[in-house]
């Protein structure tokens, strides 16, 4: 019988858990929308980093074949698709020459990021990931609902930042299958 209940109260501690999780909550300082899109974010980021926290330098740098890219590169190009999309939707513009020169082959990946991104731990890669989180928060506060339903260009502000969180949620997926055959 204790083992039952022992049973019983591990199943409802991992419920509860994953009920925690499982809220869209508005962080303090936020606006509704764009607090939402911040809890949204993050909830995502946190799923991907769970996917490929404890990976040894080998997984890190794992390819499943020839043009595949390894979980490092893949955390690399989420860090500078949303570093991309701080300078489109904050500042209307697209990278200038030095941002380029920082993100575009962790942004466009293929054979170059297959050279280059490779013989570095994951926590240098989910810390590029969580500075440049960091500043999107930052920037995202200092924003309210009415910016984030403005027009910039084709997309609106909500539009973009849905973008980033959807493009995560792709390569978290991604990354789910890699760890799983490393």
């Given at each position: 019988m204790k083992t039952v209940s022992l049973v019983f109260a591990l199943f409802l501690s991992s419920v509860t858990l994953f009920a925690q999780r499982s809220e869209i909550k508005i962080p303090k300082g936020y606006s509704n929308d764009v607090g939402q899109m911040v809890s949204m974010?993050?909830?995502l980021k946190a799923r991907v980093e769970r996917n490929v926290r404890g990976l040894d330098q080998k997984g890190t740098d794992f390819l499943l074949d020839d043009q595949a890219n390894s979980p490092g590169a893949i955390i690399y190009h989420l860090a500078a698709t949303e570093a991309y999309?701080?300078?489109?939707?904050?500042?209307?513009?697209?990278?200038?020459?030095?941002?380029?020169?920082?993100?575009?082959?962790?942004?466009?990946?293929?054979?170059?990021?297959?050279?280059?991104?490779?013989?570095?731990?994951?926590?240098?890669?989910?810390?590029?990931y969580d500075k440049v989180r960091a500043k999107t928060k930052a920037l995202l506060k200092t924003k309210d609902d009415k910016w984030f339903k403005k027009k910039n260009g084709t997309m609106t502000n909500h539009w973009a930042w849905f973008h980033v969180m959807e493009h995560q949620a792709n390569h978290m997926g991604q990354l789910a299958l890699i760890v799983k055959r490393i």
């Open positions: 974010l993050d909830n999309y701080q300078v489109y939707t904050f500042e209307g513009r697209g990278f200038n020459a030095e941002e380029r020169k920082q993100w575009n082959t962790a942004l466009n990946l293929g054979d170059t990021a297959r050279q280059e991104f490779k013989g570095k731990p994951i926590s240098y890669y989910l810390e590029i």
